[in-house]
């Protein structure tokens, strides 16, 4: 069983910063890859960023530029640094965890969420 624990989350002015931090129950470093994802109201969740197990990373166009996503596998830890926040950053931000495969198929975990509300 893998826990996910998102933190970090809260209200923020256009043009802030936030940092998001997930901590996961297991072995981060055995997690093929993790990341955020987000689910603003009224549309489908989307990816903010994941970052594989080589340290590789991916960030959706949306952020690109004005986000930073770091793994810390020793405290089996994943953050994500986001700037120049703006409304449409407004969300719910889940973490993401994708394990290694098994025979049953490819493990994926998310987090509870964490909300995060950029005002103007």
């Known amino acids: 069983q893998v826990d996910l624990v998102e933190s970090g989350g809260g209200s923020v002015q256009a043009g802030g910063t936030l940092r998001l931090s997930c901590e996961a129950s297991?072995?981060?470093?055995?997690?093929?890859?993790m990341g955020w994802y987000r689910q603003a109201p009224g549309k489908q969740r989307e990816l903010v960023a994941h970052i594989n197990k080589d340290g590789i990373t991916q960030y959706g166009d949306s952020v690109k530029g004005r986000s930073a996503i770091s793994r810390d596998n020793a405290k089996n830890m994943v953050y994500l640094q986001m700037n120049s926040l703006n409304p449409e950053d407004t969300g719910i931000y889940y973490c993401?965890?994708?394990?290694?495969?098994?025979?049953?198929?490819?493990?994926?975990?998310w987090g509870k969420g964490t909300l995060v509300t950029v005002s103007s």
């Open positions: 993401n965890a994708v394990g290694l495969p098994i025979p049953s198929g490819v493990p994926n975990y």
């Open positions: 297991g072995s981060a470093f055995s997690f093929k890859a």
